[in-house]
């Protein structure tokens, strides 16, 4: 099985999705990691967005990269996409991919909006992550 990290800035929202829904759809594959610059905490919003998939996050918790030390990893993919943010370099002779996604947590307006925000992100994280593992040109 090869394992996956998705890093982002904060691994609140973006990487935190990633994680949840490679392992769930390509778990028999892929066994998906998270983690930050900086550890925060999952966002509530984004677990709540993935349980309308059926997927539980509840246990998340965000960490850094210093957790994961000693972990091997196939590929590392960084998620973050503003200009503003900065992704970190993997280092460990593993390939690092960028495939940006916007962050949900930034969107402003009412509850509703920014719900849907989470999931139209949480949907383009699921349809271009699942595509682009499931295509194995990477590999």
């Given at each position: 099985m090869k394992k996956v990290l998705f890093l982002c800035t904060h691994n609140s929202c973006r990487s935190q999705m990633a994680?949840?829904?490679?392992?769930?759809?390509?778990?028999?594959?892929?066994?998906?990691?998270?983690?930050?610059?900086?550890?925060?905490?999952?966002?509530?919003?984004?677990?709540?967005?993935?349980?309308?998939?059926?997927?539980?996050?509840?246990?998340?918790?965000?960490?850094?990269?210093?957790?994961?030390?000693?972990?091997?990893?196939?590929?590392?993919?960084?998620?973050?996409?503003?200009?503003?943010?900065?992704?970190?370099v993997y280092v460990g002779g593993v390939k690092r991919v960028h495939i940006g996604f916007d962050d949900p947590s930034r969107t402003v307006g009412n509850q509703g909006e920014v719900m849907q925000d989470f999931r139209r992100v949480r949907d383009e994280i699921k349809e271009r992550l699942i595509a682009y593992l499931a295509r194995g040109q990477h590999e």
């Open positions: 994680e949840g829904l490679i392992n769930h759809f390509l778990g028999n594959r892929y066994q998906a990691f998270s983690a930050g610059t900086e550890a925060t905490m999952v966002n509530q919003l984004a677990i709540e967005v993935m349980a309308e998939l059926g997927i539980d996050m509840s246990k998340h918790f965000s960490k850094t990269l210093e957790e994961l030390a000693g972990e091997q990893f196939d590929h590392v993919i960084t998620l973050c996409g503003s200009a503003n943010e900065l992704c970190p």
